[in-house]
């Protein structure tokens, strides 16, 4: 089969022709149909340092996709020939506590598709069973491509009561943008997103938000004062830029109480002012990942009550014109990017 692989310890990813992949008794093999560009596979082209301690080489990574399943395991129940399927790309172990209470997205010992083992940047991929999500029909193949990302945002969002809420989102990167449409489809008041590209901030208008801001030129605080009549500071607030001085501006302009999810992962130590946490008494919360199955769920429901996501999607190539799509994300003048893997 065709696939894309980290080949070698150097910038880059290559096309390379490996054995279709032999679902174990109780994996699915999936024929991938479009898989999309995660930031992640953008740290492994340019094999930073997170890359190099990370992921073994040769690796064929990817992790978003959709796809049909072909052939599965003796022992597998509940899918059939010819099902729709995305999946959760963190594969649990099943046995530590928090697996053993159902808590899945806490397991100790998860292992990443794209990542550890191998991923969806290929024709076909072997997924345990449990992992695989299947599509309701009105859920396009394109959504459901960007489900992963799209679950990002949605446990982020959700991690929270949204109705009647101000809500500040930190970052307009896809998954920035998709929250943001959360945020507002399920009823929150004002949705004010920040970013310093222009684009994306583009991107954010297009899903509906109250104001986005770009911090580079513009004063938030001032924005929401003096047009959004705010008062009081933010109610909710979804860092998802991984940027220190996002983080702690957002923790700045909390108002009391105030509750926090924390998505964007920083580079290096971040600073902050913990009398902003301890004297307004707010709630943070990391995130990690997509809650199993409660947020894969939320998602399809979410858009088949009529969530729109499609501006988000800004570019598709064929699987061989797989260079231009890591240069439109690495050039930040970009959506999600998605590859198309069926000619
Ligand atoms: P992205 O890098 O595409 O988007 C981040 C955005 O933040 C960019 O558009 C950037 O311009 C913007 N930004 C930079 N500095 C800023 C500032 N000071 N204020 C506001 N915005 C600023 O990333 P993404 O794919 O949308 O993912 C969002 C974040 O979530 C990333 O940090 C990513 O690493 C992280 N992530 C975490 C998980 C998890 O499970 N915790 C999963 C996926 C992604
Ligand atoms: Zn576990």
Same mark, same amino acid.
């Given at each position: 089969m065709h696939a894309l692989s980290k $080949?070698?310890?150097?910038p880059g990813i290559w096309p390379v022709e490996a054995p279709v992949p032999m679902p174990g008794p109780n994996d699915l093999l999936i024929k991938v149909r479009k898989s999309s560009i995660c930031g992640t596979d953008v740290h492994i082209y340019r094999w930073d340092e997170w890359a190099q301690k990370t992921i073994p080489v040769p690796m064929i990574v990817g992790h978003e996709y959709v796809g049909t399943v072909v052939g599965m395991g003796s022992e597998v129940r509940g899918f059939t020939i010819g099902d729709r399927v995305s999946g959760e790309g963190h594969v649990t172990c099943g046995h530590c506590r928090n697996c053993r209470a159902?808590?899945?997205? $806490?397991?100790?010992?998860t292992q990443g598709i794209g990542v550890n083992r191998q991923g969806s940047f290929a024709e076909y991929l072997v997924l345990p069973a449990f992992n695989a999500f299947k599509l309701p029909d009105d859920v396009p193949d394109d959504i459901a491509a960007i489900f992963d990302p799209f679950g990002n945002a949605v446990h982020t969002a959700l991690?929270?009561?949204?109705?009647?809420e101000d809500v500040l989102i930190t970052g307009a990167g896809p998954i920035g943008v998709m929250a943001a449409a959360v945020a507002r489809h399920v009823g929150a008041r004002n949705v004010v997103i920040t970013d310093v590209n222009e684009y994306r901030l583009d991107l954010a208008r297009r899903v509906g938000v109250t104001r986005a801001v770009n911090v580079a030129t513009e004063d938030l605080w001032a924005v929401a004062r003096d047009e959004l009549d705010m008062h009081e500071g933010f109610d909710v607030g979804l860092e998802m830029s991984g940027s220190g001085q996002a983080f702690s501006q957002m923790l700045h302009l909390m108002n009391n109480g105030g509750k926090v999810a924390l998505l964007g992962i920083p580079s290096g130590d971040v600073r902050i002012d913990w009398n902003d946490v301890i004297f307004k008494m707010l709630t943070i919360k990391g995130i990690y990942g997509r809650e199993m199955f409660e947020t894969w769920y939320k998602m399809a429901a979410l858009i088949q009550s009529g969530l729109d996501l499609t501006p988000v999607i800004t570019h598709h190539y064929p699987i061989g014109d797989f260079q231009k799509g890591f240069e439109a994300m690495l050039g930040g003048q970009s959506g999600k990017v998605i590859l198309d893997w069926e000619k």
């Open positions: $080949l070698k310890s150097e159902g808590r899945r997205h $806490l397991c100790r010992n991690s929270f009561d949204l109705v009647g």
